[in-house]
Nanobody, 121 residues
Framework: QVQLVESGGGLVQAGGSLTLSCLVS????????IGWFRQVPGKEREAVAC????????YYPDSVNGRFTISREDGKNTMYLQMNSLKPEDTAVYYC??????????????WGQGTQVTVSS
């Protein structure tokens, strides 16, 4: 059974940092692209960080580029999202996913349950 379980969300002041983790079980992570997405009520889910299985390629939208960093420890079947210089507009439910990534296209096929990140001003 495939499971992705996020942790690390919470409340942080603007300018602060958080690190999200996602433990994957049910398959070996190293063969898959990974991604972090976020969603706020009334808006579509958007990708905020994606990484290829080789780790050689990453994608960040302009809104988070330079502030967010995606990483992976395949030996631990775990992915991470380091978020720095957080802004109130980063407030959302964050989801980890495995799936497909090419260029600026990032798709999730298996999803975590989501973790809330709230940034206060």
């Amino acid at each position: 059974q495939v499971q992705l379980v996020e942790s690390g969300g919470g409340l942080v002041q603007a300018g602060g940092s958080l690190t999200l983790s996602c433990l994957v079980s049910g398959f070996t992570l190293d063969k898959y692209s990974i991604g972090w997405f976020r969603q706020v009520p009334g808006k579509e889910r958007e990708a905020v960080a994606c990484m290829s299985s080789s780790k050689r390629r990453t994608y960040y939208p302009d809104s988070v580029n330079g502030r967010f960093t995606i990483s992976r420890e395949d030996g631990k079947n775990t992915m991470y999202l380091q978020m720095n210089s957080l802004k109130p507009e980063d407030t959302a439910v964050y989801y980890c996913a495995t799936g497909y990534f090419s260029g600026t296209y990032c798709r999730g096929d298996y999803w975590g349950q989501g973790t809330q990140v709230t940034v206060s001003s």
